[in-house]
């Protein structure tokens, strides 16, 4: 018998998904939690085989998520269950240890073929971030660079705080980090991507997106 560990903030999406997975995997045990704290509270109680993991959870700290999960049961599998954009965050998620990404918006299928992958070892992402992982390869053999894989991981999160229109202050208080260090990674994401301003930060974005999603 497999064992779930669901944690979503948002009830009404731990029930679809419960009642989803229970439908495929009858004898499967679900646990529900809400935060990023009583997660790894629970996870220190007992064994679990799979984690789902909503990364905008009170508590969450994006990407650093994964290794402290992995620090109280280093072989559990994590998907990544997110409503942010698959084509941004999918690659860096996985490259920062999650076993699969799953955007909100998916098909009953879809959420199906996501948790039997990942339960049997498998590394899960959609078809649309395959494609984007072959054109990352290709550019690659090509000397280029996608603008934005070559972004760290908190150069990312800022990137999407920004977009999002939170300032400088909302930013280093969302992250518990000075403003003088969000305005560090700042400037190094406007230099990476050659912008030097949000607008055009966010235009760069736009062209990056449609890029990937117009690949054949």
């Known amino acids: 018998m497999k064992t779930i560990l669901l944690v979503e903030d948002h009830s009404i999406v731990r029930m679809g998904v419960k009642l989803l997975i229970e439908d495929f995997m009858p004898s499967v045990v679900i646990i529900e939690v809400g935060t990023f704290n009583e997660t790894l509270k629970v996870l220190h109680t007992r064994h679990f085989d799979l984690v789902i ?15 402290k999960i992995r620090s109280v049961q280093e072989k559990v599998k994590i998907l990544v269950f ?22 909100k918006d998916t098909s009953n299928e879809e959420l199906e073929r996501a948790v039997t992958s990942v339960l049997n070892g498998g590394t899960y992402i959609t078809n649309l971030v395959q494609v984007q992982l072959v054109k990352n390869t290709i550019m690659e053999r090509e000397s280029r660079e996608s603008p934005l894989e070559i972004l760290s991981n908190r150069e990312l999160e800022i990137m999407d705080m920004l977009l999002k229109g939170k300032w400088t202050k909302d930013i280093a208080i969302d992250l518990n980090i000075k403003e003088s260090t969000v305005s560090t990674y700042k400037a ?24 990937n999603n117009s690949f054949p």
């Open 188 to 211: 190094r994401i406007f230099e990476k991507l050659e912008v030097t301003n949000v607008l055009e930060l966010f235009k760069k974005v736009e062209i990056y997106k449609k890029h």
């Open 82 to 103: 997110s409503s942010q954009e698959e084509e941004l965050y999918a690659l860096h998620y996985v490259k920062a240890g999650a076993n699969g990404f799953l955007p």
């Open 53 to 67: 993991l909503d990364i905008r959870i009170p508590g969450g700290e994006a990407f650093n998520m994964i290794p």
